[in-house]
């Protein structure tokens, strides 16, 4: 089974709707992210939880709402969804491989908005 | 704008070629790492190198970092087909927090 799974893995909405994706990990990691990707560009953070109690805005954050129900749980909120949100949105988590820190991704979830 | 810069936006080798991957950033960093993105799939994690580094090794993978210039390269040496992907730098700014700001990447295309 994939350590980060996300849920639905494709979605489409009308515009003014409240959606929610959700993200689950089993790797116990404590970190977690929310991003998403436009064609042509890199991930961008949304949303960040460093564990249970700790939310912290990313650097896109508007329009965008999370919450994080319990250690391996972490979902984004589209509040009232607009066409420029369609874009495709990735869960990470945070964790060490070794020495390293690293981050470690679901499979993503394609949101298109009408 | 964003923190890191990738060069070339695009890159088609043949098999057996080297490919070589250049990122350029614009603030202090504690570590930088490049990622891996099969279309439309998730990243996964190649390599980190720390600010102190210089160069790592993984494979055939080749990091290098200078932090006066502040740019890293990464090297895929004997390319395959199977490397197809797009490449992306991501850079701690967070003290170590895990918190990565990545590029816009770099994809690779390799012919058999």
């Known amino acids: 089974d994939a350590d980060v799974t996300q849920t639905p893995r494709n979605r489409i909405t009308k515009t003014g709707k409240r959606i929610m994706l959700e993200c689950s990990q089993t790797k116990g990691h404590d970190r977690m992210y929310w991003y998403r990707q436009d064609p042509g560009l890199g991930l961008r953070l949304i949303y960040y939880s460093f564990d249970v109690k700790d939310i912290n805005k990313g650097e896109i954050s508007d329009g965008y709402s999370v919450s994080r129900q319990a250690q391996a749980k972490f979902s984004l909120s589209l509040e009232s969804a607009i066409p420029n949100q369609t874009a495709l949105y990735f869960c990470?988590?945070?964790?060490?491989?070794?020495?390293?820190?690293?981050?470690?991704f679901g499979p993503g979830t394609r949101l298109l908005v009408l | 704008s964003q923190q890191g810069e990738e060069d070339p936006q695009a890159l088609s080798i043949q098999e057996g070629e080297n490919a070589t991957m250049n990122c350029s950033y614009k603030t202090s960093i504690n570590n930088l790492q490049w990622y891996r993105q099969n279309s439309g799939r998730g990243l996964v994690h190649l390599i980190l190198?720390?600010?102190?580094?210089r160069e790592k090794h993984s494979g055939r993978l080749r990091v290098t970092l200078d932090t006066s210039k502040k740019s890293s390269s990464l090297l895929i040496t004997a390319s395959r087909a199977a490397d197809t992907a797009s490449y992306f730098c991501a850079t701690d700014v967070s003290g170590g927090y895990n918190k990565l700001i990545f590029g816009a990447g770099t994809r690779l295309a390799v012919h058999p």
């Open positions: 190198i720390r600010s102190n580094e």
């Open positions: 990470a988590t945070g964790g060490r491989a070794g020495a390293q820190e690293t981050q470690y």
